[in-house]
Structures are given as structure tokens and as C-alpha cells.
């Protein structure tokens, strides 16, 4: 009888045992709190955001954020990459869009596995400026009062400034008690005409409240350390499924280049970071096989979809806001005089060009007499040229030219030309289209390089290079359309790279600027590092538009306390 009871006792403890590891193993959700640079936006800005974790131990260094409409529509997908505690990014909003309550959502993978799922959800007003119905009658100067610092203390260098000064402003920890400790703050100079007071509920609320009932599934979810695409590859021709051992694939914006085997069709690609509208692009490089453009469809891992919750009222229509799109009208109106659209539209990061060494490099305007591609060709450029077709090219369908380049070390013996096509580069997109290179208009090709060095070719390009490149690059930047939506090609969206802020920039010989810096966002920096130890230093320029301006810094330190700082500058 006691060997009976050890025995259900046993069995008893084996039942609860994985029950009570799960409850001593559960977690909770990341804390994510949203900053933005401003209270409103009219259509056609730039959305300035900070997402900051309030745990500095956070699992995940990726963050998804989406923007959707009053109807429900989405209008912005970004995937960010976490800087500690911050993900920064920006918002370039439709000139397009109609006026109303728009919903902005921040989460990481790891709240998504929690029942309800974690999103951080706010509403931000964007009004069209062609629907300001009050005259542009500015509001009171001294209508707004800085709210009281937290943590922190502000200091500056002055407070009454001229235009094109130099502002130093110093972040000093107040009352914290613990030395070392780092936070993360971002920092916004605004017009304090169109500012409003922070909304500090978020950060003063207790997250202990949030986590309350939602308990996390007992499997551990790894974070994002790379970008995982999935391809499946047929050919064009009879649909049949790939099977190679050199499925090229090349990364555009980083210049990554990735060797893969497809077995049945299907080919994983892990990839570092790479940003925005990125175009991947993949061959089956094998130079032993016939070359072929590839049919590529896109497998996307499965996400939960969060219905769109809108709200149906109409932002309020007061002074303040007719008056800052009636200055937003304006400001659109002498960007036009100046030719610059710098104060509307963010900056973007300069493109990473191909760093490649072609054998030859031909600039098209030395050569003002040659009038059209064939001529470029057969006058110019020797070791390539294009090949006319009497009849139709049963390889290529219907093109009836294509290009063809000479390579020494195919035949070392003979002086035929190697009867395989050569690869084609255009502005960075790699095509065999011949016909719709063509089809270019001739006055908008900047240069033609051609690579057919034999030691220089597989190091650069690949297996995908074997057979030479002509390189040809336009002198606007733009690609033809047929080559961009060529099926080889796959524009992903990979991590957002946040654009730079146009900041005012100095004025030489004390003279105004060329052009004047009238924007009512003065600054934005959205990840700026504090330490509990020290005292942090930020400077900046003021513009040309004379006025108050509210410097409001707000962040979390790495233990979840709240910074924020406010004070107000005048520009004469």
C-alpha cells in the first residue's frame, strides 16, 4: 500500500512539474513608448519618431512599426534596427492624404506572442493643408509653459539667440542616486506655436499593471539577428522547378553578395542588415548552364495580422493649426523660388555605389559624334558589340539584337568571341535584357564601362560575371522600368535607415544663407546617450524664422524612470 501511494505521488509531481517550470518561466512583454517630434503634421512632412524600450535588457534589437489610415488602409511598414534602448526612424507622408486621426503602432516579435498581443498604439493628426479654414492668425507667443523637469536638469548657453546661432544645451542627471547608469533621450526644438504639453501618462503609468494576466507561451522566441528571405525559382519557359548548386543572389544596397543551392525550387538567403526598398536580385549563376532569367515569387513568413482600429471624428480645426499650414504653404513656395525641396522632404543617405574596377571605361560625352548605341558600339567600344539576328533568336525570343564581348581567356587559341551573352549592369541592376537597354534613350547614358579582364572577373561579379559585364550608367540615376520589374529583380523591405534631418547650416562671411531655413521644427536628434556620471553637451544652429521655441528633451534612463526637460529660446 505505501509502494502504491510513493508511486501516485510520483506520477502526480511528473504532471505538475512542467506546469510549475513554465510558470517560473514566464515572461513579459517589452515595454515600447513612442516620441515624436510634434503634435501634428500636415500632408506632405516628415514624421520624426523615437521608439525606446524601457528595459535596457531587452531581448529584441528589431522593431516594426506600421501607419494606418482613418479608412484602414496601411501606408507604412518599417522594420528598425534597435541602438540599445532607441529605434529612430522617419515617416515621409503623401502630399495625397486627406485629413484625420491616424494610427501609428510600434511592437516586437516577442509581444506578438502574447494573447491579447502587446502593440503600443497611438494617434497622430495629419491634416491636408487645403483643408485649413481659418485664416493664418498666429497664437499667442507666450501661450505655452514648460513643464517641470524629471531626472534631469537643463542648461544653456543662453536663451535669446540671432539667426544662424550657435545653441549649446547641457543635460545634466538630477536625483537618481546611482552613478553609471546610462538613458537614452531625444531632442526636438519646435515653434511653441504648434506644440502642445507632452503626454506624460505613458511614462509615469505603471508597467507592472500592463503585465497583469498575460502570460507569455512557454517556448522561448529568439530575436532577430538577420534578415531571412525565401525564394522559390522556376524556369520561364517550362515552369519546371530549379535545382543548382550557384543561385546567385546580390544585395543592391550593401553590395552583399550570397552563393545558395536550390533543391526543388525553393532557396533560403540569410542576409546581414540592409535597408529599405532594397532590390535583391537572383540568377542560377552557374556558367555551366544555359542562362535564363529566373521566375522568382516571394514566401513571407506568417504575422499576425492586428485589425486596424480608426477613429471617425475629424481633428480639431483651431488658430494654431491654420496658421502653421498656412506658413507650410508658404514654406512649399519659396523652396520652388530656390529650386530645393531641402526644408519639405528629409535627407536621404547618399547611395553606395558598385566599388568595381572596369578593364575599360568609356565616358560618353568624349565622344560628341557618335549619336546611338550601335554606332557607341561598333565605333568605340572594341572588345564588345551587338549582334543583329536575321532571324528570330530562338534563346532569346524575341530580341533581335543582343550584346556580345570578346574575353581573351576563353579562347586563348582562337579570336572567336564567346558565344554566351555577357551580363548587363544598369545603374547597379544586373539584367541579360539586351533589348531593353536598346531601347534607352541614348542622350541619357553617362558612361558604358565593360569588364572582360580575365584574373578581375570572378573576384568581382562571381560565377554570374563569368562570361564579362557592360556596365551603363545614366546620368539622372534612373533605371528603365522594364529593368527594374524584370522577374530576376525582388525589391524587399529590409531595416529602415533613418534619413538625416535638415538641420540649418552655418552662414560664411556673415551673410544670409542662400536659402533660408523657415521651417518650425528647428532640430530633431532622436537617440542621444546620457550617463548618471556625467554631464552630456548637444549643440545646434537656429534658422531664419524669428520667434520662441520650446527644446524638449524626454527618454528613460536603463532602470524605466522618465527624463524629461523643457525650456524655451527666443530667435531675433
Not at 494576466?213 to 524556369?235: C, D, G, I, S
Not at 542576409?271 to 529599405?276: A, C, M
Not at 536580385?281 to 514566401?299: C, E, K, N, S, T
Request: with cysteine; charged share 20%.
Amino acid at each position: 500500500m505505501r509502494r502504491f501511494n510513493l508511486l501516485w505521488i510520483f506520477i502526480f509531481c511528473s504532471i505538475l512539474s512542467p506546469f510549475a517550470w513554465s510558470q517560473s518561466q514566464t515572461s513579459f512583454p517589452e515595454d515600447l513608448v513612442v516620441h515624436f517630434d510634434k503634435a501634428f503634421y500636415a500632408a506632405g512632412e516628415d514624421v520624426w519618431f523615437s521608439v525606446k524600450f524601457l528595459d535596457a535588457a531587452h531581448p529584441s534589437n528589431v522593431v516594426y512599426t506600421e501607419l494606418i489610415g482613418p479608412d484602414g488602409t496601411f501606408l507604412s511598414h518599417q522594420i528598425l534596427l534597435a541602438d540599445g534602448m532607441v529605434a529612430s526612424g522617419d515617416l515621409p507622408l503623401s502630399p495625397d492624404l486627406p485629413t484625420g486621426y491616424y494610427e501609428f503602432r510600434a511592437f516586437t516579435s516577442w509581444n506578438l506572442q502574447f494573447t491579447p498581443q502587446m502593440v503600443y498604439r497611438t494617434y497622430i493628426l495629419i491634416y491636408h493643408p487645403k483643408d485649413a479654414v481659418l485664416p493664418g492668425v498666429p497664437a499667442p507667443l507666450d501661450a505655452y509653459a514648460p513643464a517641470v523637469s524629471q531626472h534631469i536638469r537643463l542648461n544653456m548657453n543662453a536663451h535669446e539667440f540671432g539667426r544662424r546661432d550657435s545653441v549649446s544645451l547641457s543635460i545634466s542627471p538630477a536625483s537618481l542616486g546611482v552613478s553609471g547608469m546610462t538613458g537614452q533621450v531625444s531632442l526636438s526644438v519646435m515653434d511653441v506655436r504648434y506644440v502642445q504639453s507632452a503626454d506624460h501618462s505613458s511614462s509615469e503609468q505603471s508597467f507592472d499593471e500592463l503585465r497583469t494576466n498575460y502570460v507569455a507561451h512557454p517556448e522561448f522566441f529568439e530575436p532577430e539577428k538577420e534578415y531571412t528571405l525565401r525564394f522559390r525559382m522556376r524556369y520561364p519557359t517550362d515552369q519546371q522547378l530549379v535545382n543548382s548548386s550557384f543561385v546567385y543572389a546580390f544585395v543592391k544596397a550593401t553590395q552583399q553578395k550570397v552563393i545558395q543551392k536550390a533543391y526543388d525550387g525553393l532557396v533560403t538567403f540569410s542576409f546581414g542588415e540592409f535597408y529599405d526598398s532594397t532590390v535583391v536580385q537572383v540568377f542560377d549563376a552557374d556558367p555551366f548552364r544555359r542562362p535564363y532569367i529566373p521566375d522568382i515569387g516571394l514566401l513571407p513568413p506568417p504575422r499576425p495580422d492586428i485589425p486596424p482600429s480608426p477613429l471617425d471624428s475629424e481633428p480639431p480645426m483651431n488658430a494654431a493649426v491654420g496658421h502653421y499650414l498656412a506658413l507650410f504653404r508658404q514654406r512649399f513656395q519659396v523652396n520652388a523660388l530656390f529650386e530645393s525641396n531641402q526644408q519639405i522632404r528629409a535627407l536621404r543617405p547618399k547611395r553606395k555605389l558598385l566599388d568595381l574596377t572596369p578593364t575599360s571605361a568609356y565616358p560618353v560625352k568624349d565622344f560628341p559624334a557618335v549619336r546611338t548605341m550601335d554606332d557607341f558600339f561598333k565605333q568605340i567600344v572594341n572588345p564588345a558589340s551587338i549582334k543583329r539576328a536575321k532571324r528570330r533568336d530562338r534563346k532569346f525570343g524575341n530580341n533581335a539584337r543582343r550584346f556580345k564581348l570578346y574575353i581573351p581567356h576563353k579562347f586563348p587559341l582562337s579570336p572567336k568571341e564567346v558565344k554566351k551573352p555577357p551580363l548587363l549592369l544598369v545603374n547597379d541592376y544586373f539584367t541579360y535584357d539586351s533589348d531593353a537597354i536598346l531601347n534607352t534613350d541614348w542622350y541619357d547614358i553617362e558612361q558604358v564601362d565593360v569588364f572582360n579582364t580575365a584574373n578581375q572577373l570572378p573576384v568581382q561579379f562571381g560565377p554570374i560575371g563569368s562570361f564579362g559585364v557592360i556596365a551603363f550608367y545614366t546620368y539622372d540615376g534612373e533605371t528603365p522600368d522594364r529593368i527594374k520589374d524584370a522577374p530576376n529583380n525582388l525589391k524587399v523591405q529590409g531595416f529602415y535607415r533613418p534619413r538625416r534631418f535638415p538641420a540649418p547650416t552655418p552662414v560664411l562671411n556673415q551673410d544670409l544663407s542662400k536659402i533660408p531655413f523657415l521651417s518650425p521644427l528647428m532640430y530633431w536628434s532622436p537617440n542621444i546617450s546620457l550617463n548618471s556620471s556625467q554631464t552630456t553637451t548637444i549643440n545646434f544652429l537656429t534658422g531664419d524664422q524669428k520667434g520662441k521655441y520650446l527644446v524638449r528633451v524626454q527618454g528613460f534612463w536603463a532602470d524605466g524612470r522618465p527624463i524629461l526637460g523643457e525650456t524655451v529660446i527666443e530667435v531675433r
